[in-house]
């Protein structure tokens, strides 16, 4: 099994920055691509950001696009997620997830594991 714990959410303003972090333990070795997905008051899950696991490929929802940086440190088990210009509509739980399938599509339906969030309130 893969434990993945988020941390770094928190209370901004709107256009400031946060930068979210998950680390993975347990299997790790069983991990292949990751991904951040939120889901705010009253809406569903949805995709944010997704890596390879070398990092080579990296995917954007389109409102996020030019403003938040998805990367991850095999090392230290680690998936971050740099959120800048933050945005009142950004506010959600924020998730971080992982596949342990080689060329699993980064998904809410393709993730195996996933944390139990962290909570980003951008107020305006």
């Known amino acids: 099994q893969v434990e993945l714990v988020e941390s770094g959410g928190g209370l901004v303003q709107a256009g400031g920055s946060l930068r979210l972090s998950c680390v993975a333990s347990?299997?790790?070795?069983?991990?292949?691509?990751m991904g951040w997905f939120r889901q705010a008051p009253g809406k569903e899950r949805e995709f944010v950001a997704g890596?390879?696991?070398?990092?080579?490929?990296?995917y954007y929802a389109d409102s996020v696009k030019g403003r938040f940086t998805i990367s991850r440190d095999n090392a230290k088990n680690a998936l971050y997620l740099q959120m800048n210009n933050l945005k009142p509509e950004d506010t959600a739980v924020y998730y971080c997830?992982?596949?342990?399938?080689?060329?699993?599509?980064?998904?809410?339906?393709?993730?195996?594991?996933w944390g139990k969030g962290t909570l980003v309130t951008v107020s305006s």
């Open positions: 347990g299997r790790t070795f069983s991990v292949y691509a």
């Open positions: 997830a992982a596949s342990t399938t080689y060329g699993s599509r980064i998904t809410t339906d393709g993730m195996r594991y």
């Open positions: 890596i390879s696991y070398s990092g080579h490929s990296t």
